[in-house]
């Protein structure tokens, strides 16, 4: 999704501007999480992009999208820019802490239970 979202429009108040272009991203990313995931894929991933047009919009993390949304309609600009590309997501696991040093506490839970009988 690319689109570049008009907050001054005649005859609509930009308060509903803004918050029907947020709704249309969360509706956007919603449609893409159901999507099926392809095989060997844990989730998907969104790559975003914010800014005040395409040509300077710079990426973001899609945690912050929303925050930068309201910020551009408090300060007052006419328009804003987003790139919403969902990309596939794997997850890695934690490496093992190989110095002994300090355990999980399920680890030591289970030493105390197994000592305590």
Not at 21 to 31: D, F, G, M, N, P
Not at 81 to 101: C, N, T, Y
């Amino acid at each position: 999704m690319k689109k570049l979202f008009q907050l001054t429009v005649e005859g609509r108040h930009r308060d509903r501007l803004l918050d029907a272009s947020k709704h249309e991203v969360r509706k956007y990313v919603a449609r893409q999480r159901r999507a099926a995931l392809p095989e060997g894929v844990d989730y998907w991933d969104f790559a975003c992009r914010f800014g005040s047009c395409e040509a300077d919009a710079t990426e973001v993390h899609f945690a912050t999208l929303i925050a930068l949304m309201d910020e551009a309609g408090k300060s007052g600009a006419h328009a804003f820019f987003v790139s919403i590309i969902g990309a596939h997501g794997v997850r890695v696991a934690k490496p093992k802490d190989e110095g002994g040093g300090s355990d999980s506490r399920s680890d030591q839970l289970m030493r105390h239970l197994g000592s305590s009988r």
